[in-house]
């Protein structure tokens, strides 16, 4: 192969998605390290003056969405749009958002993360889909490192992001911060349509029906759901800049909560009753609905990043360096940077544990995902009692916070969601990888819920009141981990010959 039409040995086109998807979280980290801070910040600071209940609320709902709409994404890459368009599209929706939020308008802002939500719905699950048809279905060695270049290209964007887009936004304008994500990713949809022609025939497939008039047919009806849908949005967004109509985030929130929750119940009560399973795949369900639950738990913790850590990094940390104040932001570099430094040391652990057969069981290392998160939060606890003795805390109490989730997502989420692959019997993976990522989605919106109990003037009232919270987490995470391990044989059963 000649080496000047490859990538690192790789296909070119796995550069076009290596860029594209690199941008494409600059724009997401980048705005998520301003979201809550901008929505909280007082009108005289240039924020929106919201109370932490309600911006917790938004961003609890922001992020939920982000996982949520991966599902119908997937669905109109495969019957409608194809892997490729639905890509451009979804990159497209995106940097509108974001420079809907560059306006100085409340009413821009909401519509703005609307077509966020909607393009990252779009792009986020089709263009890993894409990674994988760069290649041959026997080059596996290469798809595997492919994809870990590609991981690489999501972490370099997410590190890089908050430096540039906090500065802008906390030092001179909320809103330049938004329009800096929003030039990310349109450099990243410029470079994609640009190098396009490197992907060859790669995402141009849909699903067609066998019959062309029922193909056709559906056709027609696509568009006409797909216009009715615009016609809606176009007048929910109307009302919504009228100030006709008003929203209550946090009633949203709540309600959205127990929603996920009863569907999962609902969804998983359905497959053990009336999909005829036999007793190894019922056995192998009822684990993927304990990694369920341990991975809405663990992401409860761990998307605090974006919200109550964050303020806590405003609010209650020391970010002095000589007479230079670095911007609250900044801390949302550590954990893709730690992503960066530790992952290929977890990956040597694994293996050298695996040669003398010490390698812990997928039960075991979600196990660790979850005290991981929990003492995480227990040196949040120490911080907390700094700011209790009057004093702010040194940003070493934080970044040593990042780094143990960062070592909590590392055993936790690449193999919960492989063990979610091999347990699914194979009629049923693709549902059951979206329910895997609803727990993404409902522990999102559980942390932005939790960030609302971080009201600034009752801890001013009662510092005591930062530990308590703090607290509650690590109880949380502790017990549900040692619950985990003390299944371990159990669910290892349950598992069969997967481990």
């Not at 192969?1 to 980048?30: I, Q, V």
């Not at 993360?113 to 890993?128: A, D, Q």
């Amino acid at each position: 192969m000649d080496s000047n039409k490859t990538f690192f040995g790789h296909p070119r086109g796995l550069a076009t998605l290596f860029f594209t998807e690199m941008w494409e979280r600059f724009s997401y980290y980048g705005m998520r390290a301003l979201l809550l801070l901008f929505m909280v910040a007082t009108v005289e600071e240039g924020g929106m003056g919201l109370d932490e209940k309600t911006g917790g609320a938004v961003y609890g709902l922001y992020t939920m969405l982000v996982y949520l709409l991966a599902l119908p994404g997937g669905w109109l890459a495969d019957n409608f749009f194809g892997l490729r368009k639905s890509v451009f599209y979804g990159g497209c929706l995106i940097t509108i958002g974001h420079f809907a939020l560059a306006l100085p308008f409340t009413e821009t802002f909401f519509i703005g993360l609307l077509f966020i939500v909607m393009g990252t719905g779009l792009l986020k699950p089709n263009i890993s889909s894409l990674v994988g048809e760069l290649y041959a279905s026997t080059d596996q060695a290469r798809r595997d490192s492919g994809f870990s270049i590609f991981y690489m290209g999501i972490n370099i964007g997410a590190t890089i992001a908050p430096i540039i887009t906090s500065y802008l936004g906390e030092n001179i304008n909320w809103h330049y911060g938004f329009a800096a994500a929003g030039i990310g990713m349109l450099m990243g949809v410029i470079q994609y349509k640009l190098t396009e022609k490197n992907l060859g025939t790669a995402g141009l497939e849909t699903i067609r029906l066998s019959d062309p008039i029922l193909q056709l047919k559906r056709e027609k009806n696509f568009k006409t759901g797909l216009m009715i849908f615009g016609v809606v949005l176009t007048l929910f967004m109307s009302l919504l800049l009228a100030r006709i109509i008003s929203v209550n985030p946090v009633t949203i929130a709540k309600i959205s909560t127990y929603a996920i929750i009863g569907s999962v119940i609902l969804y998983f009560g359905y497959i053990l009753l009336f999909e005829k399973l036999d007793k190894e795949e019922s056995n192998k369900i009822k684990v993927i609905a304990m990694f369920f639950l341990a991975s809405a738990m663990f992401y409860a913790g761990y998307e605090q990043q974006g919200s109550s850590l964050t303020l806590f990094a405003d609010r209650y940390t020391d970010r002095f360096i000589g007479s230079f104040e670095f911007p609250a932001g900044w801390f949302q570099t550590v954990p893709a940077g730690a992503v960066i430094v530790f992952v290929p040391l977890f990956a040597w652990l694994w293996v050298w544990l695996s040669k003398r057969n010490l390698n812990p069981s997928t039960p075991t290392k979600l196990s660790l995902g979850l005290i991981f998160m929990g003492l995480g939060y227990a040196v949040m606890m120490g911080g907390s009692m700094i700011v209790v003795a009057g004093s702010k805390a040194l940003p070493g109490w934080l970044i040593l916070t990042y780094i143990f989730h960062t070592f909590g997502e590392i055993c936790l989420y690449p193999i919960g969601l492989s063990a979610v692959s091999k347990l699914s019997p194979k009629r049923l993976v693709g549902q059951l990888m979206g329910i895997w990522f609803m727990s993404l989605a409902l522990g999102n919106l559980i942390a932005g819920l939790f960030s609302g109990e971080f009201d600034d003037e009752a801890i001013t009232a009662n510092p005591n009141l930062l530990v308590d919270l703090f607290q509650g987490v690590v109880i949380v995470m502790l017990v549900s981990g040692v619950i985990v391990l003390l299944f371990n044989k159990r669910l290892k059963k349950l598992m069969g010959n997967i481990r």
